[in-house]
């Protein structure tokens, strides 16, 4: 898999390449993340990348040129047009599943904005989906970028040891993922669970569920409507409805 970042600010997104699973990745050749600076594509002479916005308004708008022969350079150097993605608060919000389905593609390109946005011309010409990491403003789209590559890069073949390396997480399932523990047993007064002891596995991975389908239910019920779960795992969660019901009564 290849990875490139349209920013304005290529420094602050190599840092970050550089460190941790994604920098192992790209040092081992698993994939290619790459940052490239819009600015390098202006035509002008003072290499401005922005102006005022027609219409009046705060701020400025980075320029469609720039953007669009950033983005036509790209396509020369790998032979053909990546998905390209725009991060955008007015995008749909990443899961892990649509991270899950761009693992699988060859080449991806992320647009990042800054300033007071992007000429919307550029987007209607070369932008291929708008996706959002939450529904809060940031000054600009490396760090949407970054949280977007991470999350893409860990799941393609040979980034991590194993599929259950991430398959096991939480979101992977549309469940969070139960409590875990290591040494020492005992921290602070608290000791860990008794059954993950044991050394019997069975129970080991009930607990596990269980746990997994209690804080779901807890803390995100609405994973719950696109989980996969079991007659078993429903009967679970009837359970913890009720008690929590009869909680309240009392």
């Known amino acids: 898999m290849r990875i490139d970042i349209l920013t304005l600010f290529p420094e602050m997104c190599k840092s970050v390449f550089s460190e941790s699973i994604l920098g192992r990745a790209i040092a081992g050749g698993k994939l290619t993340v790459n940052a490239v600076n819009i600015r390098n594509y202006t035509l002008?002479?003072?290499?401005?990348?922005?102006?005022?916005?027609?219409?009046?308004?705060?701020?400025?708008?980075m320029q469609a040129q720039p953007i669009y022969d950033c983005y036509k350079a790209l396509c020369d150097?790998?032979?053909?047009?990546?998905?390209?993605?725009?991060?955008?608060?007015?995008?749909?919000?990443?899961?892990?599943?649509?991270a899950r389905e761009l693992s699988s593609y060859e080449n991806i390109a992320i647009l990042c904005g800054h300033y007071e946005g992007v000429d919307e011309r550029v987007l209607?010409?070369?932008?291929?989906?708008?996706?959002?990491?939450?529904?809060?403003?940031?000054?600009?789209?490396?760090?949407?970028?970054?949280?977007?590559?991470?999350?893409?890069?860990r799941m393609v073949d040979g980034v991590l040891p194993n599929e259950e390396a991430?398959?096991?997480e939480s979101h992977y399932s549309s469940l969070l993922e139960h409590p875990q523990y290591t040494k020492p047993y005992e921290w602070n007064g608290k000791k860990?669970?008794?059954?993950?002891?044991?050394?019997?596995?069975?129970?080991?991975?009930?607990?596990k569920r269980e746990q997994s389908l209690k804080r779901t239910y807890e803390r995100r019920p609405d994973l719950l409507n696109n989980a996969l779960l079991?007659?078993?795992?429903?009967?679970?969660?009837?359970?913890?409805?009720?008690?929590?019901?009869?909680?309240v009564q009392t």
């Open 166 to 168: 991430y398959s096991l």
């Open 192 to 207: 860990v669970p008794d059954v993950l002891i044991s050394g019997h596995h069975a129970n080991i991975e009930k607990w």
């Open 124 to 153: 209607e010409e070369i932008v291929d989906e708008e996706i959002s990491i939450g529904d809060y403003v940031l000054t600009g789209g490396e760090l949407p970028a970054l949280v977007l590559s991470d999350c893409i890069a």
């Open 77 to 98: 150097q790998i032979g053909k047009k990546p998905h390209l993605i725009y991060m955008s608060p007015q995008g749909k919000t990443l899961t892990q599943k649509r």
């Open 44 to 61: 002008d002479k003072h290499n401005r990348v922005d102006d005022t916005p027609y219409g009046g308004g705060m701020g400025m708008l």
């Open 230 to 247: 079991s007659e078993t795992d429903k009967l679970f969660i009837d359970n913890l409805k009720q008690n929590a019901e009869n909680l």
